[in-house]
Structure formats: C-alpha cells, structure tokens
C-alpha cells in the first residue's frame, strides 16, 4: 500500500520560507516521479513542481526562481522549498504519485499573511 505524508506547513510571513517533506512508504522510491499540487479555497487544484527518478525538475512558470523540489532516497521524501513567500500561495500542498494509479497525501496547509 503506497503512502504519502506532507508535513512541514504552517503560518509564515510574507517574504518568509517554508520546506515542505513527502515522505513514501509501499514504493521502490528512487524509480518514481512525485508532483507538488497546491489548492487554494475557491480554486482549482494546480501543479506546482515535478520531479522525476533521475531527479529532472519542472516548475510552474509563475513559481519558476522561487520554489524548488529535491528529493533524498535514501530518506524516502521529496522536498519542496519555497521562498520569498506571498500571500498568493496559500493554499494547501499536496503531493503525489502515478505508480498504476494516483497516489495523493493529504495535504499540508500553508498560510501566508502577516
């Protein structure tokens, strides 16, 4: 049974950082790909950043220069850093991954405001 934990949000300050985790449990890790989704309220659920087995990146373009995902096999988790915070990205950030089907977490919440 695959599993996904998010953990690491919070409330922080406009122009702050915060490091999301998604740890993985029931998957040979280092061979799959993970996605950061956020959703804000009222929204629809949007891609945030990918990162694939060999640890190729994409990001949104609007996030491209502050968000970044890394991943640690060895630690079995994926990370994503986002900096320079705004207000606009509070959401909640999910992670996921296709191994057969959609795997998602659920969810932390991230709260910019100050």
């Known amino acids: 049974q695959v599993q996904l934990v998010e953990s690491g949000g919070g409330l922080v300050q406009p122009g702050g950082s915060l490091r999301l985790s998604c740890t993985a449990s029931g998957t040979t890790f280092s061979i799959n790909g993970f996605n950061w989704y956020r959703q804000a309220p009222g929204k629809k659920r949007e891609l945030v950043a990918t990162?694939?087995?060999?640890?190729?990146?994409n990001y949104a373009d609007s996030l491209k220069g502050r968000f970044t995902i890394s991943r640690d096999n060895a630690k079995r988790t994926v990370y994503l850093q986002m900096n320079s915070l705004k207000p606009e990205d509070t959401a909640v950030y999910y992670c996921?991954?296709?191994?057969?089907?959609?795997?998602w977490g659920q969810g932390t919440q991230v709260t910019v405001s100050s």
């Open positions: 996921n991954t296709y191994i057969s089907r959609l795997y």
């Open positions: 990162i694939s087995s060999g640890g190729s990146t």
